[in-house]
Antibody, heavy 122, light 114 residues
Framework: QVQLVESGGGVVQPGGSLRLSCAAS????????MHWVRQAPGKGLEWVAV????????FYADSVKGRLTVSRDSSKNTLFLQMNSLRPEDTAVYYC???????????????WGRGTKVTVSS | DIVMTQSPDSLAVSLGERATIDCKSS????????????LAWYQHKSGQPPKLLVY???TRQSGVPDRFSGSGSGTNFTLTISSLQAEDVALYYC??????????FGGGTKVEIK
């Protein structure tokens, strides 16, 4: 069945780095844009980044621009989020999500993973 | 960025009764060339991933019960649960995808059983 499974979360000190992964199965990964969305403790959903279906276009929320980088490996059906210069305010559950529409991306998200927790604390 | 404002923050409804959630966008999300509203609704249950309920403001996602319906246009939108069931207890979010790639969500509405 269609599935997204995130991994790579953990506890990291401020200024540190983490690399999140999202393994996709059950659909044509290379045909769809993919998003990262996060939820900080007690807060709502916040869109973080998107990769177009082929990885040639990536866009970021202003809050993470220059520190987080989204990429994808279509040979492994996997989406990544490289997180550098982490701050306490990056503490959140990070979800990967599949775009509803094939092609670059539409912006609605129809399949979500269960998320991976990132804690930035000294 | 387009700011999405949901109301109320929370509501308690009796089983079988109607629940209504409002969402307002700071600018229109209606694309005039195709007459589509770039607005989605999601359900987020504790410990589970968010679930897409409605897109294009009123198109129900496959598999979503027909007690869920979306309406509205331009800047004002509503998600209605016509007959609340116990399994509908969740947070509900609206999201605009008009101003891509800067996607924004509303603050969320918590739905509980009265």
């Amino acid at each position: 069945q269609v599935q997204l499974v995130e991994s790579g979360g953990g506890v990291v000190q401020p200024g540190g780095s983490l690399r999140l992964s999202c393994a996709a199965s059950g659909f044509a990964f290379s045909s769809f844009g993919m998003h990262w969305v996060r939820q900080a403790p007690g807060k709502g959903l916040e869109w973080v980044a998107v990769s177009s279906y082929d990885g040639t276009k990536t866009f970021y929320a202003d809050s993470v621009k220059g520190r987080l980088t989204v990429s994808r490996d279509s040979s492994k059906n996997t989406l990544f989020l490289q997180m550098n210069s982490l701050r306490p305010e990056d503490t959140a559950v990070y979800y990967c999500a599949k775009d509803l529409s094939s092609g670059d991306y539409l912006g609605a998200m129809d399949i979500w993973g269960r998320g991976t927790k990132v804690t930035v604390s000294s | 960025d387009i700011v999405m404002t949901q109301s109320p923050d929370s509501l308690a409804v009796s089983l079988g009764e109607r629940a209504t959630i409002d969402c307002k966008s700071s600018q229109s999300v209606l694309y005039s060339s195709n007459n589509l509203n770039y607005l989605a609704w999601y359900q987020h249950k504790s410990g589970q991933p968010p679930k897409l309920l409605v897109y294009w403001a009123s198109t129900r996602q496959s598999g979503v019960p027909d007690r869920f319906s979306g309406s509205g246009s331009g800047t004002n939108f509503t998600l209605t649960i016509s007959s609340l069931q116990a399994e509908d207890v969740a947070l509900y979010y609206c999201q605009q995808y008009y101003n891509t790639p800067s996607l924004t969500f509303g603050g969320g509405t918590k739905v509980e059983i009265k």
